[in-house]
């Protein structure tokens, strides 16, 4: 990828960040593209975008965007469902039937409403009501 790509991407990741009130993100590693699909339509419904995103482009654009905490859940295969005007609890229990269905989603955290999230807080709350 060149370097103007990779700041477009960026740029584009820091609008997405500032935009979501809240963000969920999951390790999305075994699931097969039509299932990935299938959230993603799922995610739309309820009005989150679902983005597979690179690491170190996502940790540079949460440095810009003030994420801090954003960083500490960027390890290993990363998707985020980006949450703005849509209904975060429907989002969130989606994500978490997905995990509970397909056994290999993994609930990584995220940020709700700016209070940063763990793994665990997420997949409880998800099908709680958050």
């Known amino acids: 990828m060149l370097r103007k790509d990779k700041e477009q991407v960026v740029a584009d990741l820091v ?12 390790d999305y590693r075994g699931l097969s593209v ?22 170190t482009l996502t940790k540079l654009a949460a440095d810009e965007a003030g994420f801090e905490t954003l960083k500490e859940l960027l390890d290993g295969p990363t998707a ?7 209904d975060m609890v429907s989002v969130a229990k989606t994500l978490s039937e ?5 056994k290999v989603l993994e609930l990584k955290g995220g940020i709700l409403e700016g209070t940063p999230m763990d793994a665990s807080i997420t997949t409880m709350n998800a099908a709680a009501n958050l």
């Open 34 to 55: 039509g299932e990935l699909d299938e959230v993603r339509t799922k995610l739309l419904e309820h009005g989150a975008r679902f983005h597979v995103v690179k690491n």
């Open 98 to 102: 997905t995990a509970r269905k397909t």
């Open 80 to 86: 985020i469902a980006f949450v703005g005007d849509g």
């Open 15 to 26: 609008e997405r960040l500032r935009s979501s009130e809240t963000l969920i993100l999951a």
